[in-house]
């Protein structure tokens, strides 16, 4: 799930209250290249009666597209994934002040002050394409978030602007040394099949096989998959709070045995 620090539109308080309504008891927030949420997260989870789990998504570049890995149970204070991360979003706000040009060449201008002096308020907040796409509708251009990717931002549209970054590879070492554990996130929605075996051989220990994308016939795929390559398996709604996806928290979970399995991995790194 997001948060405000990145993507998501519920804050850190909003969004653990709505996970407490579902009735959910274990939860992870994933935000797109930071862990800001976490310390505000774990306290009203703790308040709550839910177990928080340090969490990120991650995102890798490989051939021009975007690649998320999930990284659980990290330690959100190492060192080494404090200046990746650091550098992450410096590479995002690079990003988004290209797309916002070529907006502007398009007809279609957002105030991308808004956007970074939100950034800048937010010690840590990461930004990104979706903040980009709310910046459009605020504006006028679509009528909402959907629209805009449709339109303008999606990979292949006029507003689209490829990122430089770190292979798929690099990210999962850098979720490892931070003790955590790393998944493919979404794979049916990214369609990267083929990738999934050769990065299993380069450490992957995860994948993504419970998701609010995925209809029945792909998580008996990604489920067979797994257990071919001898992967865990992760699963969550990828909740972002935003009304145009009509997704909630525990619109998708991952089943008890395969929890217990994860968590009992966690444990191994943590003597690791």
Do not use: P
């Given at each position: 799930?997001?948060?405000t620090a990145s993507d998501g539109r519920c804050t850190p308080r909003e969004l653990v209250d709505r996970v407490a309504a579902a009735g959910i008891t274990v939860m992870a927030v994933t935000d797109h290249d930071t862990t800001a949420s976490y310390t505000d997260v774990e306290a009203r989870a703790?308040?709550?009666?839910?177990e928080a789990i340090p969490g990120i998504e991650i995102t890798a570049v490989e051939d021009g597209r975007d690649v998320h890995v999930l990284g659980y149970f990290l330690d959100p204070s190492n060192t080494r994934l404090i200046e990746f991360l650091r550098v992450q979003r410096e590479t995002r706000v690079k990003r988004v002040h290209a797309i916002a040009a070529r907006l502007a060449e398009l007809g279609v201008p957002i105030d991308l002050q808004m956007l970074l002096?939100?950034?800048?308020?937010?010690?840590?907040?990461?930004?990104?394409?979706p903040q980009v796409a709310r910046a459009l509708q605020l504006a006028g251009h679509v009528a909402d978030t959907k629209e805009a990717f449709?339109?303008?931002?999606?990979?292949?549209?006029p507003a689209f602007v490829s990122r430089p970054g770190s292979p798929p590879e690099?990210?999962?070492?850098?979720?490892?040394?931070?003790?955590?554990?790393?998944?493919?996130?979404h794979p049916g929605r990214t369609r990267i099949d083929p990738r999934i075996e050769p990065l299993a051989v380069a450490g992957l220990d995860a994948l993504e096989v419970y998701h609010s994308d995925h209809d029945e016939a792909a998580?008996?795929?990604?489920?067979r998959m797994a257990t071919e390559l001898g992967l865990l398996m992760t699963g969550g709604s990828d909740f972002h709070g935003d009304p145009a996806h009509g997704i909630e928290p525990g619109a998708s979970t991952l089943p008890p045995p395969e929890w217990q399995r994860l968590n009992a991995a966690r444990r191994r790194h943590a003597v690791g």
């Open positions: 799930m997001h948060t703790r308040a709550r009666g839910i002096d939100e950034a800048q308020r937010n010690l840590g907040r990461s930004i990104g394409r449709d339109r303008f931002l999606g990979n292949g549209g690099v990210v999962i070492g850098i979720i490892h040394r931070a003790g955590g554990i790393a998944s493919l996130a998580v008996q795929r990604y489920h």
